[in-house]
Structures are given as C-alpha cells and as structure tokens.
T-cell receptor, first 112, second 115 residues
Framework: QKEVEQNSGPLSVPEGAIASLNCTYSDRGSQSFFWYRQYSGKSPELIMS????GDKEDGRFTAQLNKASQYVSLLIRDSQPSDSATYLC????????????FGRGTSLIVHP | SAVISQKPSRDICQRGTSLTIQCQVDSQVTMMFWYRQQPGQSLTLIATANQGSEATYESGFVIDKFPISRPNLTFSTLTVSNMSPEDSSIYLCSVGTSGGAIEQYFGPGTRLTVT
C-alpha cells in the first residue's frame, strides 16, 4: 500500500527559530511533492510544490527533496506564531494515479 | 488560483436523512474532487467529479451513499445519503491544476454533524 508518513507532533519551536517538518513516502516512482498548511478550523492551502531533487526556496519556506531516500522536508525560517498550524505533505505516487496522497500532517506550534 | 465556495458551511442533521453539499468555482476547471476530513485526521479522497460522466469513487466509497453530480465545469454537488453519526465530518471540495502534477486548491469546507 502506498503511504505518506509524517510525525503527528506537535513540534514546538520558539519564535525566530527554524522549524523542520519531515515526510517520507513509500513509492520510489513518485514525481510530485506538495506541502499544504491548514490552520485550525480552516481548509488546507498550498504553500510549496517541488518536483526535482534539491532545495526550492520561497520566502521563509524551503522545500527539500531527496528521491533516493524517499524523503521531503519543509523548513520554515524565522518562525512566527502565525506559522502555528498543521502542515500536510502530499505526494503524487504515480502508478497511473495523478491524484496526490496526503499524509496525516504535523502540528507545529511556534511559541513567543 | 480559483475562488471556491461551498454551501452550506455547516449543518446538523438527523440520522437517516440526506444532505447535499454544493461547490461553486469562479472559473472553469477540469478537475474537481471531494474529500472527507474527520477530526484530527488527514484528508480522505471520496471521489473525482467528472464533468458529463459518472464520478470515479475511491475504495470504500460508493455511489449509493455519496452520489455526485458535475453538470458543468464550475459546479459540483456531493450528497451524503442515509446519514449515520459516523458520517460526521468535514467535507471539502477541491479543484486541481492539470498537466500531470496536481496542485489542489480547497474550498472552505462543510462541517456536518449527524445526531
């Protein structure tokens, strides 16, 4: 069964620190990787997508992909209390399906 | 990204009844999906809503329980039929970009409570 695994947390970091969120996936043929942020009581919103090995930066967010290790991460620099949310990893596992599989999400708490 | 609205935003229903949830998009989109998210859980895909043809259901979901309509490229409905308390959940519609890598944008969700 194709799976996307995330530590449910909560991950607690102080304001201004780097938050590191991790995600592993089971299908070596996966091609597309996404990070969504979901505030409590709200719907998920797409914050990053990454398709190639290496780093992709967007503002305070950096997505890192290592296909050999089947690992994708999201770094949040200078974390703010407003970053407190659940972060969902989604992976397009291929195999004929183009719809990403979502992980269970990691809860991030940024405390002042 | 597309602007997506859902109606109703929340409802409390009695067991055995049905509820139809509407999803409206402000632009034409090819791909529309329906998800369920139970408290503290991740997203579970119910089905892909196909314009002009029957929806494609995921394992564990059937048309009799979750009939879906997709009359055009901007609108879809999901009906939760013969509800039980286990159907209490948040139901989300989403639209996807095309081209092999599906980036999804979600509606605000419908919070359903079945008593």
């Amino acid at each position: 069964q194709k799976e996307v695994e995330q530590n449910s947390g909560p991950l607690s970091v102080p304001e201004g620190a780097i938050a590191s969120l991790n995600c592993t996936y089971s299908d070596r043929g996966s091609q597309s990787f996404f990070w969504y942020r979901q505030y409590s009581g709200k719907s998920p919103e797409l914050i990053m997508s990454i398709y190639s090995n290496g780093d992709k930066e967007d503002g305070r967010f950096t997505a890192q992909l290592n296909k050999a290790s089947q690992y994708v991460s999201l770094l949040i620099r200078d974390s703010q209390p407003s970053d407190s949310a659940t972060y969902l990893c989604a992976v397009n596992m291929g195999g004929g399906s183009y719809i990403p599989t979502f992980g269970r999400g990691t809860s991030l708490i940024v405390h002042p | 990204s597309a602007v997506i609205s859902q109606k109703p935003s929340r409802d409390i229903c009695q067991r055995g009844t049905s509820l139809t949830i509407q999803c409206q998009v402000d632009s034409q989109v090819t791909m529309m999906f329906w998800y369920r998210q139970q408290p503290g859980q991740s997203l579970t895909l119910i089905a892909t809503a196909n314009q002009g043809s029957e929806a494609t259901y995921e394992s564990g979901f059937v048309i009799d329980k979750f009939p879906i309509s997709r009359p055009n490229l901007t609108f879809s409905t999901l009906t939760v039929s013969n509800m039980s308390p286990e159907d209490s959940s948040i139901y989300l519609c989403s639209v996807g970009t095309s081209g092999g890598a599906i980036e999804q944008y979600f509606g605000p969700g419908t919070r359903l409570t079945v008593t």
